[in-house]
């Protein structure tokens, strides 16, 4: 029978994060985290211990008065499903778990993984990044607490350390009334995108928009917020020609990457109109 | 290393390396109903219940389903005494060459045991990962809705 992991020795399986910290801050030999461990096949690593997280008490979705936290471990499917997301900014998060691989893949695929796996394709981040999302981190130091993107794109350098395990991704309440939307562009439902957007702002008396966050994902190797987009929509009326002006704009600052899926150009076009499509849907829904 | 854990309804303990796929495992005990199309998690052949809810076999390592329940689409019925999912899929043409029948009437069984009256739209989404190389998706439609209608 030929195996995944040749050179496997030890599959651990702790129950509780401080077992799972010891497992990891043994440095005997080459070892590697997973939840869903759906990223496993395509990277292979040469390891000689797997350290499986599913057992660990990390699939809870919470509510408090200053947070929504998703635990690491919840799967795709469940998050999507839950309650407290349906409408927590205008449902981005179940939008954006909606044409995040297949069914069975949603049962497997974990939100930490999603977010840490650092897949240009990946989908939760980009959703994420207009959220304002904060990590929660353990390590044999103690329980700690981080930007997702401090430097405003998605780079697992800036999100943990080896000696690290991922507990859960907090989004600040204050953004649960916002509007937002978040738009897959796929060739189909269960493909990889060939590019997605996210957006989230306030609206003010006079439907001007206030503190706007806009990414994109699958365009460049790395899910990003695109700051110049923020700047021309922040104080501005909302109006389906502002939506559209700022499609332009985002094609316009961004130097797209060619794959077997698209081409630059076609990536370029297909973010301005998915970006004002994204822009149209969150104003609209937050309205109905 | 040892997994034990339930397959199809039996308490089993099985010797596995903690590298095997749980696909190979469940294929060397005789489980030929799981089948393997890609290998990564594209195709949906290798679909087993894993706590009653569909997965890719071949993305999982054996180990992980250690105190878990797990079954396969000999665990759903027989040639002789098939489940009605299985008999409807017969019935209904919705199989055509048969290689990625068991991952589509696993999931099915899933759909069906959480949401007895899906919509054509729950069907489609349920089963969206499961591909059919012979694009046999209209009929499988057919033969779930024979079952709810
Ligand atoms: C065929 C296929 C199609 C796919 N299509 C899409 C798609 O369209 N869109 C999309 O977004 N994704 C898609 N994915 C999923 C994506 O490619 C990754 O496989 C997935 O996001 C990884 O999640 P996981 O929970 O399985 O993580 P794992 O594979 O278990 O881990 C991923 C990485 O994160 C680390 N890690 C995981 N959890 C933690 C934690 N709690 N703390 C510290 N480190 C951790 C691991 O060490 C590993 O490096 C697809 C996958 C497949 C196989
Ligand atoms: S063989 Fe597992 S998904 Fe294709």
């Given at each position: 029978?030929?195996?995944?992991?040749?050179?496997?020795?030890?599959?651990?399986?702790?129950?509780?994060?401080?077992?799972?910290?010891?497992?990891?801050?043994?440095?005997?030999?080459?070892?590697?985290?997973?939840?869903?461990?759906?990223?496993?096949?395509?990277?292979?690593?040469?390891?000689?211990?797997?350290?499986?997280?599913?057992?660990?008490?990390?699939?809870?979705?919470?509510?408090?008065?200053?947070?929504?936290?998703?635990?690491?471990?919840?799967?795709?499917?469940?998050?999507?499903?839950?309650?407290?997301?349906?409408?927590?900014?205008?449902?981005?998060?179940?939008?954006?778990?909606?044409?995040?691989?297949s069914t069975p893949?949603?049962?497997?695929?974990?939100?930490?993984?999603?977010?840490?796996?650092?897949?240009?394709?990946?989908?939760?981040?980009?959703?994420?990044?207009?959220?304002?999302?904060?990590?929660?981190?353990?390590?044999?130091?103690?329980?700690?607490?981080?930007?997702?993107?401090?430097?405003?794109?998605?780079?697992?350098?800036?999100?943990?350390?080896?000696?690290?395990?991922?507990?859960?991704?907090?989004?600040?309440?204050?953004?649960?009334?916002?509007?937002?939307?978040?738009?897959?562009?796929?060739?189909t439902?269960v493909?990889?995108?060939?590019?997605?957007?996210?957006?989230?702002?306030?609206?003010?008396?006079?439907?001007?928009?206030?503190?706007?966050?806009?990414?994109?994902?699958?365009?460049?190797?790395?899910?990003?917020?695109?700051?110049?987009?923020?700047?021309?929509?922040?104080?501005?009326?909302?109006?389906?020609?502002?939506?559209?002006?700022?499609?332009?704009?985002?094609?316009?600052?961004?130097?797209?990457?060619?794959?077997?899926?698209?081409?630059?150009?076609?990536?370029?076009?297909?973010?301005?109109?998915?970006?004002?499509?994204?822009?149209?849907?969150?104003?609209?829904?937050?309205?109905? | 290393?040892?997994?034990?854990?339930?397959?199809?309804?039996?308490?089993?303990?099985?010797?596995?390396?903690?590298?095997?796929?749980?696909?190979?495992?469940?294929?060397?005990?005789?489980?030929w109903g799981v089948k393997?199309g890609?290998?990564?998690?594209?195709c949906g052949a290798c679909v087993?219940?894993?706590?009653?809810?569909p997965?890719?076999?071949?993305?999982?390592?054996?180990?992980?389903?250690?105190?878990?329940?797990?079954?396969t689409i000999e665990g759903i019925g027989s040639p002789q005494a098939p489940h009605p999912i299985q008999s409807a899929f017969a019935e209904h043409g919705a199989v055509q060459c048969g290689f990625s029948t068991p991952g589509s009437i696993l999931s099915t069984y899933a759909l069906l045991s959480?949401n007895p009256h899906p919509s054509d739209d729950d069907i489609k989404r349920a089963l969206d990962g499961n591909l059919c190389r012979c694009t046999g998706y209209v009929k499988k439609i057919e033969a779930i809705r024979s079952l709810i209608d």
């Amino acid at each position: 029978m030929a195996q995944l992991i040749p050179g496997l020795k030890e599959y651990a399986r702790p129950q509780s994060i401080d077992e799972a910290l010891g497992f990891l801050s043994r440095g005997d030999v080459e070892m590697k985290l997973y939840a869903g461990a759906t990223s496993l096949a395509f990277s292979r690593p040469a390891v000689e211990r797997v350290i499986d997280l599913t057992r660990l008490p990390l699939s809870h979705i919470e509510k408090t008065k200053e947070f929504l936290e998703i635990g690491a471990l919840t799967s795709i499917r469940d998050l999507e499903r839950h309650p407290l997301v349906q409408s927590f900014c205008g449902g981005i998060l179940r939008q954006a778990c909606d044409r995040l691989a297949s069914t069975p893949l949603r049962n497997l695929i974990t939100a930490g993984g999603n977010l840490l796996g650092g897949f240009p394709w990946s989908d939760l981040p980009v959703a994420l990044l207009t959220l304002d999302a904060e990590l929660r981190i353990a390590s044999t130091d103690g329980h700690s607490e981080r930007s997702m993107a401090p430097k405003g794109a998605v780079r697992r350098n800036d999100m943990i350390q080896p000696s690290e395990i991922l507990t859960g991704i907090r989004l600040p309440a204050d953004r649960a009334g916002y509007r937002g939307a978040f738009i897959k562009f796929s060739r189909t439902t269960v493909d990889f995108g060939i590019v997605t957007a996210a957006v989230s702002f306030g609206i003010d008396s006079g439907n001007r928009i206030s503190d706007p966050r806009i990414a994109c994902g699958c365009v460049t190797s790395e899910a990003m917020r695109i700051p110049q987009i923020e700047d021309l929509l922040s104080g501005q009326v909302a109006s389906d020609e502002l939506f559209e002006s700022a499609g332009r704009a985002a094609a316009g600052v961004i130097t797209p990457r060619a794959d077997t899926r698209a081409p630059e150009d076609y990536r370029r076009e297909m973010l301005g109109v998915t970006l004002t499509r994204a822009l149209a849907a969150a104003w609209k829904g937050g309205r109905a | 290393m040892i997994v034990r854990f339930t397959l199809n309804q039996s308490s089993v303990q099985l010797d596995v390396h903690p590298g095997d796929r749980l696909i190979d495992v469940l294929r060397a005990n005789g489980l030929w109903g799981v089948k393997e199309g890609c290998g990564d998690g594209n195709c949906g052949a290798c679909v087993v219940l894993l706590d009653g809810k569909p997965v890719n076999s071949c993305l999982v390592l054996a180990p992980r389903v250690d105190g878990c329940s797990v079954v396969t689409i000999e665990g759903i019925g027989s040639p002789q005494a098939p489940h009605p999912i299985q008999s409807a899929f017969a019935e209904h043409g919705a199989v055509q060459c048969g290689f990625s029948t068991p991952g589509s009437i696993l999931s099915t069984y899933a759909l069906l045991s959480e949401n007895p009256h899906p919509s054509d739209d729950d069907i489609k989404r349920a089963l969206d990962g499961n591909l059919c190389r012979c694009t046999g998706y209209v009929k499988k439609i057919e033969a779930i809705r024979s079952l709810i209608d």
